[in-house]
């Protein structure tokens, strides 16, 4: 491809660019994930190495996927299987980029299904429907409500209703192209943020006056100082390393695809360092800052910190906080429920626009398709991806496709994109694309930190997947190792997940006829999404493969 650094289309403004980049990090994990995480693995334990993995690995990966993103828009390449290819030369490459889409269609696919929640979530909380419900009956409205064959919530089916209207909404915009995401960005961001620090200052004020007779420790400060006091001896626990370094990936869209594709609509001169930084230190004010202030504190302050520690869960957000909210008062528990639930939703949508960009970008590349065809093909590949998330949540398929295609696939991308940017295109070259048009200075210490730490970090983290030890117990399974008595894997670990083993044993143990049948279908539908997601890679790789062979003929008619 001859290089032409104007792209066709471009970002309007840089507060828009970074407001954009910065709303794809900003996501449902700042909020939901961030905070369990933190608790479960000893809040102040977790922090000092989630702050030193976002250092190493965090802000390396953002200025990789930057700059390559910048480079492959010189070329006109919008999408990463090109910018991949022309990185690295060899066109093996440009497979390993198809991760960059497959990502994201997948992901898409269950994440706006999480973003429709919210939404109803804030429709609920403005027409009372929480009013009076004790905490037991509100965490029992979300399991009805994600039941669609039996739901007594609402409407029939009115989670798949409120599915397809958010995911519509999603491909309304991106129709529009950067501008419709670019306009999205500057309401939302601004609006979450305020959101955030309303509720923020709510759970730092909240103290002692929670406390009941059945919680009288209550005690929102207790929360905080979990979360904020640093346990030095937990450093040397593999666990809360891997875990930090997992967390990088949710919450700062790394190792998607996203990011390079947002990137390559910049001019081939526009600074991608001080844009890197800003976007990751905003994602980083939000979650560590604000993340921490809601739902932790708030929880602590009415149920005890001994209830959070045990209870802290992905659930906590839509099966607990609005009945929290109930004791503000009617007027303001609404308010608090569309201040929670709009926050989670704004985050939610600025993150899965950015999901249908990298196959918008490829189909227009490389098929001339326009906005609106690319748009509306995006949804309606993620609606036939997506469906049996929402019908057959039960069965495990949401969970499937979060573990597959919103972790293990996220990993792998990072770490193969990391070495072509490193060793294949050369630290070298990679460094000046890193600081060519440059506003700030990026320490030359990470010029040894993204070609070798970096790297071994997602070596790391990749093989503690991989072989993840019995119960996550690391220094017992190393001290077993070192002993002579083996390695056990742990039902969690990849290679034990790909054979279903922690279902099939607990199928074994099983008596009750209703059980062992439920569990025979969760196999089967764990099965199913994965051939669906294996079909999903097959089909993108082969659309990848006519589009070269097409260019191979442009080139040599």
Known sequence: MEQNSVSKEAWGSRLGLILAMAGNAVGLGNFLRFPVQAVQNGGGAFIIPYLICFLLMGIPLLLIEWSSGRYGGKFNNHSTPYIMKEMGKSPMWKYVGVFGIFTNIAVVAYYTYIESWSLVYVLHSVFGTFDGMSQSQVAQFFVEYINVFTTSTGIPFEAVFFYVLVLGMNVFILSKGLGGIEKVAKIGMPLLILFGVLLAIRGLTLGTSGQSELFPDANAWDGLN??????????????????????????????????????????????????????????????????????????????????????????????????????????????????????????????????????????????GWGKKRGAWSFGALALIMGLPTVLFYQYGVFDEFDYWAGTISLVVFALLETILFSWVFGIGKGWNEITEGADIKIPDIYKFIIKYITPSLLLLVFLGALFTPYQNEWMININSLWEGNGWNLDDGSIIKNISNAGLRRKLQTLTNEEDIIFLKDKIFFVNMARLMLLALFVFISYLVYLSYQKRLKEKNP
């Open 226 to 367: 979990f979360l904020w006091t640093p346990q030095f001896d937990t450093l040397a626990n593999p666990k809360v390393w891997i875990a930090a370094a997992g967390q990088i990936f949710f919450t700062l869209s790394v190792g998607m695809g996203t990011i390079q594709c947002y990137a390559a609509y910049l001019n081939s001169k526009d600074d991608v360092a001080l844009n890197a930084v800003s976007a990751g230190f905003v994602n980083e004010f939000v979650e560590v800052v604000l993340g921490s202030s809601i739902v932790i504190p708030i929880a602590a302050g009415y149920l005890g910190l001994d209830w959070v520690l045990e209870n802290a869960g992905f659930g906590m957000a839509f099966q607990t906080m609005p009945f929290l909210f109930q004791q503000w008062g009617e007027i303001a528990a609404a308010f608090a429920g569309v201040f929670w639930f709009g926050l989670l939703f704004f985050a939610g949508i600025t993150s899965s626009l950015a999901m249908g960009t990298p196959w918008m970008g490829f189909m227009k590349d490389e098929f």
